[in-house]
T-cell receptor, first 117, second 116 residues
Framework: DSGVTQTPKHLITATGQRVTLRCSPR?????VYWYQQSLDQGLQFLIQ???????AKGNILERFSAQQFPDLHSELNLSSLELGDSALYFC????????????????FGSGTRLTVV | AQTVTQSQPEMSVQEAETVTLSCTYD???????LFWYKQPPSRQMILVIR??????QNATENRFSVNFQKAAKSFSLKISDSQLGDTAMYFC?????????????FGKGTKLSVKP
C-alpha cells in the first residue's frame, strides 16, 4: 500500500456522462497530481494542486476539472465523456514543494480504470 | 519544454542476466532530478531509483543502478541478476528542481520481459 488511495478502481460509463474520481494523498503530503495513462499517449500530466490551490496545468481538457479540498483529498471531474477518454487515471502526491521533498519523486495511487462505452 | 525519450519499446532478458534500459532527455535546466519508475501488471507505479543532477556519483539501489551522463543527457537503468518479478513497464522521468512546480515528465516506457 503506497498510502495514496484512489476510488473507484474501475468505472464503466456511457458517452456523454460525467464521473468523479477521488484521491486521498499520503499522510502529510500537500501536493496532489493527476495523470492520464492511455496506450497511445503514455503518462500525461493533467493538473497539480498544492494545499488547496491549483499550481500547474498540463494537457487537461476543458471538459475536465479538479479541486483539492481542505482535508487535502482531491477530485477529478470528467464530463461529456468520449470514447477517447477511456484510460487509467493516476493520482500522485508529494511532500511540500520547495523543501526538497519533490526531489524524492511522487507516490502514486493504484489508479482508476475508466472505460467509456 | 523538457522531453524524455525511451528508444526501446520492448526488451527481454533471461533470468539472472543483466539488462540496460536507455533514456535520453532534453532540457536547458542545470539542476533537476531523474527517476526510473516501474509499472508491473498490477498497474501500480513504483519508484525504482532517483538521481540528482548535481551529483556526479551514479545512484544505486540493490540490483538497480544508473549510468548518468549529464553532458550527453543520458540516464540509463541497469538491472543486474534479473528476476521474474522485474517483468514490468519501466518509465524514465524528469523533474526540474527550481520553481514551485514539481511536474514529473515521463517517457513512453520500455516493456521489459524477464524469461525463465
Amino acid at each position: 500500500d503506497s498510502g495514496v488511495t484512489q476510488t473507484p478502481k474501475h468505472l464503466i460509463t456511457a458517452t456523454g456522462q460525467r464521473v468523479t474520481l477521488r484521491c486521498s494523498p499520503r499522510s502529510g503530503d500537500l501536493s496532489v497530481y493527476w495523470y492520464q495513462q492511455s496506450l497511445d499517449q503514455g503518462l500525461q500530466f493533467l493538473i497539480q494542486y498544492y494545499n488547496g490551490e491549483e499550481r500547474a496545468k498540463g494537457n487537461i481538457l476543458e471538459r475536465f476539472s479538479a479541486q483539492q479540498f481542505p482535508d487535502l483529498h482531491s477530485e477529478l471531474n470528467l464530463s461529456s465523456l468520449e470514447l477517447g477518454d477511456s484510460a487509467l487515471y493516476f493520482c500522485a502526491s508529494s511532500s511540500k514543494v520547495g523543501t526538497g521533498g519533490i526531489g524524492y519523486g511522487y507516490t502514486f495511487g493504484s489508479g482508476t480504470r475508466l472505460t467509456v462505452v | 519544454a523538457q522531453t524524455v525519450t525511451q528508444s526501446q519499446p520492448e526488451m527481454s532478458v533471461q533470468e539472472a542476466e543483466t539488462v540496460t534500459l536507455s533514456c535520453t532527455y532534453d532540457t536547458s535546466e542545470n539542476n533537476y532530478y531523474l527517476f526510473w519508475y516501474k509499472q508491473p501488471p498490477s498497474r501500480q507505479m513504483i519508484l525504482v531509483i532517483r538521481q540528482e543532477a548535481y551529483k556526479q556519483q551514479n545512484a544505486t539501489e540493490n540490483r538497480f543502478s544508473v549510468n548518468f551522463q549529464k553532458a550527453a543527457k543520458s540516464f540509463s537503468l541497469k538491472i543486474s541478476d534479473s528476476q521474474l518479478g522485474d517483468t514490468a513497464m519501466y518509465f524514465c522521468a524528469f523533474m526540474k528542481q527550481k520553481g514551485s512546480q514539481g511536474n514529473l515528465i515521463f517517457g513512453k516506457g520500455t516493456k521489459l520481459s524477464v524469461k525463465p
